[in-house]
């Protein structure tokens, strides 16, 4: 019997129709198979990687740029929804500072700028700048590796990232830009939209034939928290993680990783669709797409909400695995209940 065979046995002789558990079944699965073991012993942290977007003063948010710290201060403060879910859920969890716009750290102090530039006037970062964003998300997946975490989420936070974002995708996957750029949070702000696409489309003609692949293309129109999220995805698949992707950044980020490293779609996990026009997209990129996720909540968030609830009901099917009878053994106490026995 190969693993893969035995961690499929051992998901159907649970005591209940076989499948009848769906997603959660699918990605437990996916779990015993990064682990290559099918103890069911999950521990699981959530990372979030916070920063500061330039291309904001050129009108790409109607949210003001200090918000960025001061919501990372309400997460590192246990006053965030993401702080609240993790907490409730006993899900340890950490902010990395990798850019905000403040000369104070929150959180844990990977600062590389204040901020990215303003990538419609010049490059959001330089080489040595996107390096090092990859290279921290890299550390605090090895950090938790060796700390004994086996499951990781990922979140983020910045003011105006939905918009590198979707710069990001739009510049790796060119052919479908019109589909891509979102509202963010500013729902129904027809002007905004159609502004960002402008500052898109821009940054397009302007950096196009600069970008030769995902590295380049975070340099020029991405932000410090996609880079280091992207960083972290390729430890994952490194070091044999699963991770939870959350909405429509960290899908991005997902995107820019299998496209430097094809088998961390095997680690990835989703968790919920976001309402941004262009998580479908990425997902489709990279042949994943909507019937994989198992909360439909309309969230437009971030901070890896999504995900620590999907980790909260991946925590709930752990512990069944681990303590539920057989499928076997419940047949065989029918067969003899049928013949007369006790």
Known sequence: MTFKEEVEEKLRNLAKPPGSLGLLEQQ?????????????????????????????WSGAAVQLPEITYLQTRNMVD?????????????????????????PDAVGL??????????????????????????EVGRERVSFAAHMGYNLLSFGEMGIGNTTTSAAVLTALAPDYASLIAGYGSAKGNYRLLRHKEELIS?????????????IDVLRYVGGFDLAAITG??????????????????TAVALVCAVKIRDDVRDYALLSH??????????????????SEIPLHCGFSLGEGT???????????????????????????NAKRRRKGGV
């Open 28 to 56: 437990a699965k996916k779990i015993f198979l990064a682990w290559q073991k099918t103890e069911p012993d999950l521990r699981p942290k959530h990372i979030i990687f916070a920063a500061d977007n330039g291309v904001v």
């Open 232 to 249: 972290a995805m390729l430890a994952c698949a490194e070091r044999r993680i699963p991770f939870y992707v959350d909405g429509f950044i």
């Open 273 to 290: 669709l976001s309402r941004e026009a262009g998580m479908t997209l990425a997902l489709r990129i990279i042949d994943m797409d909507e």
């Open 109 to 134: 102090n990977y600062k590389i700028r204040q901020g990215t530039r303003n990538f419609s006037v010049e490059p959001a970062m330089t080489e040595a700048e996107v390096k090092r964003a990859v």
């Open 306 to 332: 999504g995900a620590v609830l999907a980790v909260s009901l991946m925590q709930s099917l752990m512990y069944a695995i681990g303590h539920m009878g057989t499928l076997d053994e419940v047949n065989k």
């Open 202 to 214: 821009e940054a397009m003609e302007q950096y196009g034939s600069l970008m030769f692949g995902p």
């Open 78 to 102: 246990g006053l965030a929804a993401i702080s609240c879910f993790c907490d409730y859920n006993r899900i340890p969890y950490e902010v990395v500072d990798v850019g905000i716009d403040s």
